[in-house]
């Protein structure tokens, strides 16, 4: 029976791994997100496909057999070789391993001084109040009140460079708690060491810290809630009984729900299932969710003081893109659907469409939103029965808009995020107080795109797969539940995106990916396996 469990969980690894692969193989894609949907298509599927496919699923399984059943054993013996029981003061060295990556990304700081900032930013920040129908308004006052501290300084630079160094050190606390619990399970010192290092000098983070966007504070704060979840399952729910446990899982709920709007359904889906694995603290599960949900809703209602309602269109992204396609590529219009969307943008501009990114429909000039926020119930049913009427185009349609999400290794240049402020009336701009040949070789190094390299977020989510399944497997499931918030970002990201390439949605994978690879081969304070 055992080993029959053991082939099936090896079986569905394999499966989504081979269909991911060949999906990916199918997908023509190109370096650039917004181009036409005459160069970025998925290629025709022939009859051999189907033996192609079965290759890979039996070489896949092959490899996850032979993984599972000789590499497997072979990490676990090599880290228990390198274990060392953790000793001395860990506050101590939590706090050298702080200080050693934020050092690092301070020298990153100096260069691109006071922080780097996209037309989001400015956005809001010229118009706080008004954007709190497409952004949380809770991150609006946020980012709001670090530049008017600058402003009242007389230097909006300063309040820029403030926000910058409080998302530095946020962010290199979590990195510091997370490499200090991988020592204090005893985790070989060279392995730690390496991963400090690495934080510290790979160019994803630092410029992510220095970001002012909401997808870094969303980040620091999901991070600091996986860390919380593992400490739950480790000490088997009883942390709870921790007011100052209880007091830094309430915050970093509330910095994920305020942050991003798909924040709340991350959070209340988590609660839901803590509530379930901890009976014996449901009341105080409860209370913290309650006090979320307080949180949220009053975020909310204080942005519908503005009396501008929220733009459907980023909401409806997929159904855009998949209305799009339809127009481009499937049957003919009825009248009445002719007559509504092109109502809604001009027959012409639907061909601007672009498979892997909505933007060029959602904010082309042309397009309609006051019409579309009108009739929105009337978009769903056009879209409900153009989607019944070309499931196939559809299916493409939905498959190229969302492939740099799950596909593995697929990247292009929006992965790389912007490392300038976007142009402003604001007096933001960036003025390094180091000379310029250090300025420019330090540029140098955290602009160039092979030091920038990273997994792609598919590829992150796959590893996760198989981390996940592992888990499983081994009946961890306190430990699974600890994936669960990422899970769900997956899933809102599957439901919504408006552009999968672009990283930084997704960028709490890049802080979680070495420790959730590394964790399974661990042992914990006893000496037995954490996973199994």
């Known amino acids: 029976m055992e080993k029959k469990r053991k082939v099936g969980f090896i079986v569905l690894f394999s499966v989504y791994t081979a269909a991911n692969i060949f999906l990916v193989c199918k997908v023509n894609g190109s370096e650039e997100v917004r ?3 005459r160069e970025v298509y998925i290629r025709r599927f022939h009859w051999w496909d189907i033996l192609v496919f079965a290759a890979l699923l039996v070489f896949v399984c092959f490899m996850a057999r032979g993984f599972t059943g000789k590499v497997v054993p072979r ?6 070789r390198y274990a060392v029981q953790a000793s001395g003061d860990m506050r101590g060295y939590a706090g050298r391993t702080f200080l050693g990556i934020f050092a690092a990304w301070f020298v ?5 001084y006071p922080g780097t900032a996209m037309n989001d930013t400015i956005y809001i920040l010229e118009a706080p109040l008004e954007l709190g129908n497409q952004h949380p308004f809770l991150y609006n006052m946020y980012l709001y009140a670090f530049y008017r501290i600058g402003c009242l300084l007389q230097n909006p630079n300063l309040g820029l460079a403030i926000l910058s160094l409080v998302q530095m050190v946020g962010m290199a606390y979590v990195l510091a708690r997370a490499v200090t619990m991988l020592r204090r399970r005893g985790a070989a010192v060279w392995l730690c060491r390496a991963l400090t290092v690495y934080f510290g000098i790979a160019p994803l983070f630092p410029t992510y810290a220095v970001s002012a966007i909401k997808d870094t504070p969303f980040s620091v704060c999901l991070f600091g809630l996986l860390l919380l979840l593992y400490e739950l399952a480790s000490g088997k729910g009883a942390p ?3 007011k100052a446990f209880l007091l830094q899982l309430l915050l970093c709920m509330c910095g994920v729900a305020m942050v991003r709007n798909n924040g709340a359904i991350i959070v209340l889906g988590t609660a839901v299932v803590l509530g379930f694995c901890y009976r014996r603290y449901m009341g105080r599960i409860l209370l913290i969710s309650g006090g979320v949900l307080v949180v949220w809703i009053t975020g909310n209602r204080l942005a519908a003081y503005t009396g501008i309602e929220p733009l459907f269109q980023e909401r409806a992204a997929i159904p855009l893109q998949q209305t799009a396609a339809v127009i481009v590529k499937g049957g003919p219009l009825d009248d009445s659907e002719a007559q509504y969307l092109y109502r809604l943008l001009p027959e012409k501009s639907w061909q601007e469409y672009s498979p892997a990114c909505s933007d060029t429909i959602k904010w082309n000039d042309a397009f309609d939103r006051a019409y579309l926020n009108q009739t929105k119930d009337r978009f769903m049913q056009i879209w409900g029965q153009l989607l019944c009427k070309n499931p196939k185009v559809c299916m493409e349609a939905y498959l190229l808009e969302t492939y740099g999400i799950w596909g593995i ?8 995020y912007n490392k300038e402020i976007w142009e402003n009336t604001l007096g933001l701009y960036q003025d390094s107080p180091l000379p310029e040949p250090a300025r420019r070789l330090i540029a140098d190094y955290y602009c160039n795109r092979f030091t920038y390299r990273y997994l792609s977020m598919g590829t992150a989510y796959w590893l996760l797969f198989a981390v996940t399944l592992w888990l499983l497997y081994q009946r961890a499931y306190h430990f699974a539940v600890v994936t669960l918030p990422l899970w769900l970002l997956f899933v809102g990201l599957l ?3 408006p552009i999968a390439f672009a990283f930084r949605y997704g960028f709490v994978v890049a802080l979680a990916v070495p420790f ?8 914990s304070t006893e000496g037995s396996c954490v996973y199994g």
């Open 495 to 497: 439901a919504a995106t």
């Open 516 to 523: 959730y690879v590394i964790l399974p081969f661990m042992g």
């Open 108 to 112: 990153f700081f100096l260069a691109f």
């Open 35 to 37: 181009d036409s949907w």
């Open 409 to 416: 290794e697929t990247r292009n240049k929006e992965q790389y």
């Open 240 to 242: 709870l009984a921790s």
């Open 75 to 80: 990490l676990r013996a090599l880290s228990a």
